[in-house]
């Protein structure tokens, strides 16, 4: 009963103008392959380049190979819609499909036509269907966005709040899952939430983060699609792969929140196991670091909160060439906060080697942070008590992030 991945549609989308990540004047950040980050107001991405305004109002422009990811600090999440027409109601039951490439599709869903697809509808997409082995969850509920499976086994929460694991065999007008041979079926309008144990993937195509929670793959960004005109003011031409008749249609300039460009070589640091976090000096902390929740961080890379004096460790994935971050003191811990911060690495011999080290006070809270890794295979970070010994010892990452090699990013699990 394993399921195999097959490759599934991915969204063609065309280049988008002025305020396109940057509505009503708001900033967005570029991250380009240093892991450097540069504020701006994004004017308009083609093929080639990516335009934007920096701080000051001049125009500017960077070429789009050197660049990983551009972004908004907009909190980006997907809800169930609201059914609130005949016709809403006619397309099915409304929810929020993840499929396991990082994809997200608010819409409703439809029976497929085959027991082994999985068949979706929304707005923006039309009519589609996936193969389950893509599928990661299907929400129907917001209230049971939480549930996690306790294994490597399907799990199906029905609306009365009763958990069923096995392996999820077909999700059409009911759902049917096999429970150690047994099989039950339930109908999907008791269902209020299924999460599949399928691996997640990453494709190699730019995921577009849209304003209604969407997280869409496109195969291209910045070229025009036969038979539509460029980019106009309020809207941009897409081809939509998911589409049945794979046609083209328009999005709002203004609802494109994100891109990443390449997200094989995009790690979010607080995907990766922390591997040792010891307290130092003469105080013990039961909570040397903390993770924040990715949901609702820019692109999911989650804030790191280092609680010092400590060292942290991580061992990195295969194909780790960089590392950055904004590195800050919190704002509780800026009037007597005096630290500093090592980050150092090493080989697979232990042998540690500083690599960059930051002071931080009241007078200097915040630094970028870049660090080459190439060739190593551990990242540690100190966090050390200077003037006033121990107290308010704490650093912040923001938006911790690793810039992998394509082959290690895509098989690695987030």
């Given at each position: 009963?394993?399921?195999?991945?097959?490759?599934?549609?991915?969204?063609?989308?065309?280049?988008?103008g002025?305020?396109?990540?940057?509505?009503?004047?708001?900033?967005?950040?570029?991250?380009?392959?240093?892991?450097?980050?540069t504020?701006?107001?994004?004017?308009?991405?083609?093929?080639?380049?990516?335009?934007?305004?920096?701080?000051?109002?001049?125009?500017?422009?960077?070429?789009?190979?050197?660049?990983?990811?551009?972004?908004?600090?907009?909190?980006?999440?997907?809800?169930?819609?609201?059914?609130?027409?005949?016709?809403?109601?006619?397309?099915?039951?409304?929810?929020?499909?993840?499929?396991?490439?990082?994809?997200?599709?608010?819409?409703?869903?439809?029976?497929?036509?085959?027991?082994?697809?999985?068949?979706?509808?929304?707005?923006?997409?039309?009519?589609?269907?996936?193969?389950?082995?893509h599928?990661?969850?299907?929400?129907?509920?917001?209230?049971?966005?939480?549930?996690?499976?306790?294994?490597?086994?399907?799990?199906?929460?029905?609306?009365?709040?009763?958990?069923?694991?096995?392996?999820?065999?077909?999700?059409?007008?009911?759902?049917?899952?096999?429970?150690?041979?047994?099989?039950?079926?339930?109908?999907?309008?008791r269902?209020?939430?299924?999460?599949?144990?399928?691996?997640y993937?990453?494709?190699?195509d730019?995921?577009?983060?849209?304003?209604?929670?969407?997280?869409?793959?496109?195969?291209?960004?910045?070229?025009?699609?036969?038979?539509?005109?460029?980019?106009?003011?309020?809207?941009?031409?897409?081809?939509?792969?998911?589409?049945?008749?794979?046609?083209?249609?328009?999005?709002?300039?203004?609802?494109?929140?994100?891109v990443?460009?390449?997200?094989?070589?995009?790690?979010?640091?607080?995907?990766?196991?922390?591997?040792?976090?010891?307290?130092?000096?003469?105080?013990?902390?039961?909570?040397?670091?903390?993770?924040?929740?990715?949901?609702?961080?820019?692109?999911?890379l989650?804030?790191?909160?280092?609680?010092?004096?400590?060292?942290?460790?991580?061992?990195?994935?295969?194909?780790?060439?960089?590392?950055?971050?904004?590195?800050?003191?919190?704002?509780?811990?800026?009037?007597?906060?005096?630290?500093?911060?090592?980050?150092?690495?090493?080989?697979?011999?232990?042998?540690?080697?500083?690599?960059?080290?930051?002071?931080?006070?009241?007078?200097?809270?915040?630094?970028?942070?870049?660090?080459?890794?190439?060739?190593?295979?551990?990242?540690?970070?100190?966090?050390?008590?200077?003037?006033?010994?121990?107290?308010?010892?704490?650093?912040?990452?923001?938006?911790?992030?690793?810039?992998?090699?394509?082959?290690?990013?895509?098989?690695?699990?987030?």
């Amino acid at each position: 009963m394993n399921r195999i991945s097959p490759s599934c549609g991915l969204v063609a989308l065309a280049c988008f103008g002025a305020a396109a990540l940057a509505q009503d004047h708001q900033q967005a950040t570029i991250l380009d392959r240093n892991l450097t980050k540069t504020p701006g107001t994004i004017e308009q991405i083609t093929a080639s380049a990516i335009h934007y305004s920096d701080p000051s109002g001049r125009p500017r422009s960077i070429d789009r190979s050197r660049v990983l990811a551009v972004y908004s600090r907009k909190v980006h999440g997907a809800t169930v819609p609201t059914m609130g027409s005949a016709a809403d109601r006619a397309d099915g039951i409304a929810g929020v499909l993840r499929l396991s490439d990082g994809q997200i599709v608010p819409g409703f869903f439809r029976p497929g036509s085959k027991p082994e697809m999985l068949g979706w509808s929304c707005r923006r997409l039309g009519q589609f269907s996936v193969p389950l082995d893509h599928v990661a969850s299907i929400l129907f509920l917001d209230s049971a966005s939480s549930i996690v499976p306790s294994g490597k086994k399907d799990l199906v929460l029905l609306t009365n709040d009763d958990r069923v694991e096995g392996f999820i065999e077909s999700i059409g007008a009911d759902l049917n899952i096999d429970v150690n041979g047994v099989k039950s079926t339930f109908p999907v309008d008791r269902v209020a939430a299924a999460r599949l144990a399928n691996p997640y993937v990453q494709g190699g195509d730019e995921l577009i983060y849209l304003s209604d929670g969407s997280v869409l793959a496109a195969a291209e960004i910045g070229s025009k699609i036969a038979g539509k005109p460029g980019a106009v003011e309020q809207s941009t031409p897409v081809r939509w792969a998911l589409a049945a008749d794979n046609g083209a249609a328009s999005v709002e300039i203004g609802s494109i929140d994100a891109v990443v460009i390449d997200p094989k070589s995009f790690l979010p640091l607080s995907s990766v196991p922390c591997t040792l976090a010891e307290p130092g000096g003469t105080r013990t902390k039961e909570t040397v670091i903390e993770i924040a929740d990715p949901s609702v961080a820019p692109l999911g890379l989650a804030a790191v909160t280092i609680r010092g004096p400590a060292s942290v460790e991580w061992s990195l994935p295969a194909g780790a060439k960089r590392f950055g971050a904004t590195l800050e003191l919190p704002m509780d811990a800026r009037p007597w906060g005096n630290t500093s911060v090592v980050v150092s690495t090493a080989g697979s011999d232990r042998k540690f080697r500083e690599v960059l080290k930051k002071d931080f006070s009241s007078e200097a809270p915040s630094a970028e942070c870049t660090v080459d890794l190439s060739g190593v295979s551990i990242l540690r970070i100190d966090v050390r008590g200077r003037a006033y010994a121990e107290v308010q010892a704490r650093v912040r990452m923001l938006e911790p992030v690793l810039l992998v090699t394509p082959a290690a990013s895509a098989s690695k699990p987030r």
